[in-house]
């Protein structure tokens, strides 16, 4: 008979997979600033502000969940740290920004 799911599980405060860093060792780099706590969306906002660069709109700390980093080349590794390569945009504007290629592309298919 097999191991039940119970033997197999991490001891607590592991993540999964075969790192052998403690949550502790997390918070502990957390602390002494040697990982980013929002990466380079909180980046992108403290660079770029609270507004979306295409509609203008503003937002406030209640709203800014709304706000999303658009990442120019479309290539979401590049992020160089003078954010010069983001622009944050609402979730509306950026919805937009990615459906224009699709509806550009469905609009100029020749009929059969």
Not at 41 to 49: A, P, T
Not at 55 to 70: A, M, N, Q
Request: aromatic share 6%; proline share 5%.
């Amino acid at each position: 008979m097999g191991q039940g799911w119970e033997s197999r599980r991490r001891p607590p405060g592991r993540p999964p997979g075969n790192s052998e860093k403690t949550a502790a060792d997390f918070v502990e780099e957390l602390r002494a600033g040697k990982v980013s706590r929002g990466g380079y969306r909180e980046e992108s906002l403290r660079i770029h502000g609270l507004i979306c660069a295409k509609c203008g709109r503003e937002f406030d700390g209640k709203s800014r969940h709304l706000l999303t980093v658009h990442h120019r080349d479309g290539d979401h590794h590049n992020n160089p740290p003078d954010g010069s390569n983001w622009e944050n945009l609402c979730v509306y504007c950026h919805e937009d920004e990615h459906s224009r290629g699709r509806l550009g592309t469905y609009l100029s298919r020749e009929e059969d």
